[in-house]
């Protein structure tokens, strides 16, 4: 699912966190999104995942405006080691609904932290 932020996502300094504050308004289109529980949160790593712009957020509460858009809040910010994207937003940033069926988790060791490498993203079935 893909859409647009309708309000600007506020600055966030530091790493990844729970921001109770902030609030953030998206359309979503023909997309439904709906609020989770932090227990719900805490067990599924994968559930209410937003990319907007080039953060990673997960939100707790999804609060509808009108068909197709709504009010996110009770956000984690910082996810998967966007925090360097968090600083800085604006309005009409993309928002993308990240589901574990698009996701790959790449097998690492911790020798290769800090290493520069280059990947090539191929669409499934085609060859490199």
Do not use: C
């Amino acid at each position: 699912m893909f859409g647009v932020t309708e309000t600007t996502l506020p600055a966030w300094g530091g790493s990844w966190g729970t921001d109770t504050t902030s609030t953030v308004d998206v359309d979503v289109g023909a997309g439904e999104l709906s609020s989770a529980t932090i227990d719900a949160l805490q067990s599924d790593r994968t559930l209410n995942v937003l990319l907007i712009g080039s953060e990673i957020i997960r939100f707790r509460t999804a609060t509808l405006l009108a068909p197709g858009r709504y009010r996110l809040s009770n956000l984690w910010r910082a996810q998967l080691g966007t925090e360097w994207a968090a600083a800085s937003h604006s309005a009409g940033e993309r928002v993308v609904l990240l589901r574990p069926q698009g996701l790959r988790d790449v097998q690492h060791s911790a020798a290769d932290y800090g290493v520069e490498a280059s990947l090539k993203a191929v669409t499934r079935g085609k060859a490199v």
